[in-house]
């Protein structure tokens, strides 16, 4: 089976302060690995995939098969960071994978000014 | 266009009501998705289609029925439903319709509210 571990349920840290949201997963395939956001009031929407490694917004993100982690990081914070992360693992087999997304419980980043 | 539009937005129905909530796309993608949300939780799949077939029902109870009359369309009929039920329903699609489809981007709709009384 799979899961997808967010341990923080809220972060706040200041502007301009690094900010790095925490995602550990468990499974025994290759798993896909993808940061959706959701901004207040605003539909939810892809932020990063692994498989892409490319950095959106000044995020970047790392998997790590070693720890199971697919960590979020920013250095510098904006409050326009201010959102819903989640998290999401998309368990990769053979002939049946499709955008069969399992979600973390999400990790609620207040940036203050 | 380029969003996934759902109707209506607030839905409140009584246990014996039947409703249905719909979800439009016209962006030629053919995956087509219903999550479910409850309050501070996070989305769950309830079925998946591609090219207008169910590939995916994550053994949802028989009183939420889908349908996908086409490519562009998806339907998620609502019957005898019960209080628990009440939640956030989220369309979503993605481009490729096929198995193959790796590390594919889902687009959502920002959601359907249901409160069933």
């Known amino acids: 089976a799979q899961r997808v571990t967010q341990p923080e349920k809220l972060l706040s840290v200041f502007k301009g302060a690094p900010v790095e949201l925490k995602c550990n997963y468990s499974?025994?395939?290759?798993?896909?690995l993808f940061w959706y956001v959701q901004y207040s009031r605003q539909r939810l929407q892809l932020l990063l995939r692994?498989?892409s490694r490319e950095s959106i917004k000044g995020f970047t993100a790392d998997l790590n098969k070693g720890e199971t982690s697919f960590h979020l990081k920013k250095p510098f914070a904006q409050e326009e960071d201010s959102a819903m992360y989640y998290c999401a693992l998309n368990p990769w087999r053979r002939g049946s994978t499709l955008g069969r997304l399992y979600f973390g419980r999400g990790t609620q980043l207040t940036v203050w000014p | 266009d380029t969003e996934v539009t759902q109707t209506p937005k607030h839905l409140v129905m009584g246990m014996t009501n039947k409703k249905s909530l719909k979800c439009e796309q016209h962006m030629g993608h053919r995956a087509m998705y219903w999550y479910k949300q409850k309050a501070k939780k996070p989305p769950e799949l309830m079925f998946v289609y591609s090219y207008e077939k169910l590939s995916i029902n994550e053994s949802v109870p028989s009183r939420f029925s889908p349908e996908c009359p086409n490519s562009s369309l998806l339907n998620l009929h609502l019957h005898a439903l019960q209080p628990e039920d009440s939640a956030l329903y989220l369309c979503a699609s993605s481009q490729k319709g096929t198995t193959r489809a790796a590390n594919e981007k889902l687009f959502f709709g920002s959601g359907t509210q249901l409160s069933v009384l």
């Open positions: 692994h498989i």
């Open positions: 499974y025994s395939g290759s798993p896909e």
